[in-house]
């Protein structure tokens, strides 16, 4: 059974930085679409970042865009959330996912396959 793990959260100071990481547990979706959303208690998960099989194309949410840096290593299994010049409305507990589909008809609207535990994300000002 796929698994995503995800790592790299923690607590950090508004303007700080964190680099979250997401290891998948079997080679089959290596070239999965991957993406991350994020969630806080009462509201609704939210799309963060989206990257295609290989990496040549990315979408985010304009919340993050500019800030938050998507990227993958095939190679090792992984991919990564690189985020800068953090908020406190960052703060959230961030899911790793991937999906065989491509990463067109995920930003079509379509429910990922594979979800992670998530690992949390707190910034503090």
């Known amino acids: 059974q796929v698994q995503l793990v995800e790592s790299g959260g923690g607590l950090v100071q508004a303007g700080g930085s964190l680099r979250l990481s997401c290891a998948a547990s079997?080679?089959?979706?290596?070239?999965?679409?991957k993406a991350w959303f994020r969630q806080t208690p009462g509201k609704e998960r939210e799309f963060v970042a989206a990257i295609s099989s290989y990496g040549g194309s990315t979408y985010y949410a304009d919340s993050v865009k500019g800030r938050f840096t998507i990227s993958r290593d095939n190679a090792k299994n992984t991919v990564f959330l690189q985020m800068n010049s953090l908020k406190p409305e960052d703060t959230a507990v961030y899911y790793c996912?991937?999906?065989?589909?491509?990463?067109?008809?995920?930003?079509?609207?379509?429910?990922?396959?594979?979800w992670g535990q998530g690992t949390q994300v707190t910034v503090f000002s």
């Open positions: 079997e080679r089959t979706i290596n070239t999965y679409t």
């Open positions: 996912t991937a999906d065989p589909r491509t990463l067109a008809t995920m930003m079509a609207g379509n429910e990922y396959d594979y």
